[in-house]
């Protein structure tokens, strides 16, 4: 779907609440349709693998989907393949061509450990999941032991669920819902802002409050995570079953607001990442009250806290 920048500004201006609260429940509908999709088939399909590219909400969809399941009786144990990354300091980074750490690639992922986990959990058995910090960059002594009952299901997120080479046929079991930012946003002059722009600003905020990395290197590092997507993600697509646009139509107003600065100035590095469109929206979305209106399970929350 393309949003008209006039739109969302007209009603960021006239109704904050009411543009707030029909945006999430369009987001929220899909989570419930979604849900009970899972339900109605989870005896052939206990595993529901959720995948989608960078900054789509795959951490806050996994939970709702979860407290949706929850709903129609059904638990969901949600483990995000996060936590298989390795330690930063015991490998070797993979580069992309451009030399650039290429943090997307499965190499940087603890692959026969994760590979075991998924066949095991599959079989009934416990499994216990490691956790990883991303400020840190390392694994960490937690653990979380489960496995998964007869009328539980899994709920998998990370970008490469629907891979052959570590889910080892797992879709064959499983749900297969792909998650990502569908919409694009139309700016006066006929600029469009396409998904993986919106996901850009999305990241762009996460990154600098939640990873410790600032707006250049988010920027620095989006040629490589793009090359991701069509290596690691787009071979795979054809595995969904399910689909879910997690973007917010207000959201840009809310996360333009907290990026121009950053960004004003950086014309030639976000043109060369093929981002120039992004920095021609600055100061063309309105600002909006949101505070107020902003629900506690909004997925906006996994970018902005």
Known sequence: MTYKLEQINDQAARDPKGFIEGSERRYHTQVEQTAASIV????QRPIVLLNGPSSSGKTTTARLLGEALMGHGVHAEVISMDDYYRTRSEYQIPKDEEGVDDFESPLCMDLPLLNDH???????????????????????DEVECLS?????????????SFSDTITGGLEDKATCLYLSVASS?????????APEMLRFMRRAIRDRNFRGAPVEATLR????????????????????????DSYLPYESCILMQMLQAEIAGREEEMRAVGLHEVFRAIGCFAEIDYQPYLPENSVLHEFIG
């Open 118 to 140: 998924l066949q095991r959990l599959a079989a009934g058995e416990e499994i216990c999941v490691p956790h990883f910090d991303f400020e840190k960059q390392s694994r960490t």
């Open 185 to 193: 946003v139309s700016l006066s002059d006929g600029t469009v802002l």
């Open 40 to 43: 109605a088939c989870m005896k």
């Open 148 to 160: 998964l009952d007869p009328d539980e299901v899994a709920v998998i997120e990370g970008i490469h």
């Open 221 to 244: 590092q989006w040629r490589s995570v793009r090359r991701g997507e069509r290596l690691y993600i787009a071979p795979y697509r054809h595995h969904a079953t399910q689909y879910i």
